[in-house]
């Protein structure tokens, strides 16, 4: 999971779209408990280490190694978690350290969203008050916000929640003094550098700029997360009177987001 922390951690080293070739010589194993290893692939966040971390999960995933259970991408790592009655640590090191070797930024199998967000009244609490400290009227920064295709970096936090970058540094505030004992579902929220919608009703100290009805995470679903890292976004703002007519359309079970072929 993600919270302080990775926030901070993103803060301070969130770059630009520089080429970041895969160093092997600096990539660490590090034991999580006995069922899991996390292979540190850098100390930086960028879009190309995050990149990385995609790549290399899906290296695993497509080895399938006798004992591997779940491989989970995060900003620049990748936990495999195994059964070590299958496979024995040392074994499971090895085969991972080859795996890694010639590894690059690559994006096997993007997917890219268009997700309806309204930005309006009691969807967008903090909207007035994101406006008044970044100097912009609630339509700037809406428009700004819109503008941007977004990168998931990785889930964590919640499950299905996405860490979404890079938000444009005229909109850069820290997270609330005040986190809220509540934030509802398909909320979406700026922090620092980063921008994320949150799948279910939770605590949230993030500034809540709009809301989705588009359900994120369906427990039932094969694929329970509605986005997964390595995916990119576009926020479309609706009316209140459009947000109602899909979150009708959600409630009956007529509604379906499907991902674009391209990029947004």
Not at 43 to 67: P, Q, T
Not at 158 to 164: D, K
Request: aromatic share 6%; glycine share 6%.
């Amino acid at each position: 999971t993600f919270g302080r922390s990775a926030l901070c951690l993103a803060s301070n080293r969130l770059s630009a779209n520089r080429p970041m070739p895969l160093d092997t010589d600096t990539i660490r194993l590090l034991p999580c408990g006995d069922t899991a290893l996390t292979v540190q692939l850098g100390d930086s966040v960028s879009r190309d280490m995050a990149l990385s971390a995609v790549a290399f999960a899906a290296r695993v995933r497509k080895a399938a190694i006798e004992g591997v259970v779940e491989c989970v991408p995060t900003f620049c790592s990748v936990t495999v978690h195994f059964e070590p009655l299958r496979i024995e640590p040392t074994v499971l090191e090895s085969r991972l350290m080859s795996l890694a070797r010639g590894l690059e930024p690559a994006l096997p199998d993007a997917r890219h969203w268009r997700i309806p967000v309204c930005c309006e009244g009691a969807y967008a609490p903090d909207l007035a008050e994101v406006a008044q400290r970044t100097g912009m009227t609630p339509d700037e920064v809406i428009a700004l916000h819109s503008a941007q295709t977004w990168f998931v970096y990785t889930l964590g936090f919640l499950p299905g929640f996405a860490y979404l970058g890079d938000l444009p540094v005229e909109l850069e505030l820290p997270r609330r003094a005040t986190p809220r004992q509540r934030v509802p579902a398909g909320s979406l929220g700026i922090a620092l550098r980063l921008t994320g919608l949150y799948p279910a009703d939770s605590p949230g100290g993030w500034h809540l700029i709009g809301h989705t009805p588009v359900p994120l995470f369906a427990p039932a679903s094969q694929s329970p997360a509605l986005l997964a890292p390595g995916d990119s976004v576009r926020f479309e703002p609706v009316s209140e009177a459009e947000h109602a007519r899909i979150a009708s359309e959600v409630a009956r079970g007529e509604f379906e987001l499907r991902p674009q072929e391209h990029s947004p």
